[in-house]
Nanobody, 117 residues
Framework: QVQLVESGGGLVQAGGSLRLSCAAS????????MGWYRQAPGKQRELVAS???????KYADSVKGRFTISRDNTKNTVYLQMNSLKPEDTAVYYC???????????WGQGTQVTVSS
């Protein structure tokens, strides 16, 4: 089984920055697709950013230009650099690991990000 541990959340003012980290225990991290999701109270979980095993990235329109996802395969870690944070970014952020075409999907415990106005 796979464990994903997120860290780096916290309380920041609007316009501030945070960097989230997700450390994965899997030995096949290098061929795993990774994503950051978030869920605000009363809302569905949504995809924020993703990065494939090949390094291709995608972003939700709401964070494009402000957030950057990256991965370090030597550390089995994926990062989410969040700049110019807005109150609308407030949510629990979850790390996800999955593989395309197979039933293989794991989630971290989540880390709280709160942006004050």
């Amino acid at each position: 089984q796979v464990q994903l541990v997120e860290s780096g959340g916290g309380l920041v003012q609007a316009g501030g920055s945070l960097r989230l980290s997700c450390a994965a225990s899997t030995t096949i991290f290098s061929i795993t697709n990774m994503g950051w999701y978030r869920q605000a109270p009363g809302k569905q979980r949504e995809l924020v950013a993703s990065i494939t095993e090949g390094g291709s990235t995608k972003y939700a329109d709401s964070v494009k230009g402000r957030f950057t996802i990256s991965r370090d395969n030597t550390k089995n870690t994926v990062y989410l650099q969040m700049n110019s944070l807005k109150p609308e970014d407030t949510a629990v952020y979850y790390c996800n690991a999955h593989r395309v075409g197979v039933t293989w999907d794991y989630w971290g415990q989540g880390t709280q990000v709160t942006v004050s106005s």
